[in-house]
């Protein structure tokens, strides 16, 4: 209820953790219908692979998997459950740039599709702002800054409204800008091109 301090959270929930939390003695097929109880289980599970791009790896142990694989089963995982809310804590700190930005686009397409709210945290303002819809700061436990992202998707790198929101959200969390925002760091640009 709006302005009332209480908050509902759906019972139909999933977590996605940075560190993916795959049973190592379980195959990819089985850590992403792990605990689910249904008759339609093994589709439903095969459905999920299918959907993160993981047909045919069913039968992998994690150890097999890459990063951005293991991931990949984790937010299986979270869906196969076609949750009301999806709780992702960094899902994508462990991945290299170029996997991250293409689970990036992952996330986008299975959001639209299976339209879960997602609670993402980040400690990387780009990655908030080219995912989120609306970005907290928190400082001490309490919202400090809060930013509604009126960007359509994809939101490249270099657009002025990104940098601009880059800017207003790096100046919230103290970090001063550099002395002209447009000239950006050769990381980032080399990142540009296959940004989301």
Known sequence: MTGSGELHVPENRAVVFQDTRLLPWARGFDNVILGLDAPSARARGEAALAEVGLAGRERAWPVELSGGEQQRVALA???????????????FGALDALTRMRMHDLLRELCARHRPAVLLV????????ALADRVLVLEGGRIAEEQRIDL???RPLRDPRFLAYRESLLAALGVAPAADSTEDTDSSSELEGSAP
């Not at 999806?86 to 899902?91: F, H, I, R, S």
């Not at 980040?122 to 702002?129: K, L, M, Q, R, S």
């Open 77 to 91: 995982r979270s869906l196969v459950r076609d949750p009301e809310l999806v709780l992702a804590d960094e899902p």
């Open 122 to 129: 980040t400690h990387d303002v780009d990655e908030a702002i």
């Open 152 to 154: 359509p998707a994809p």
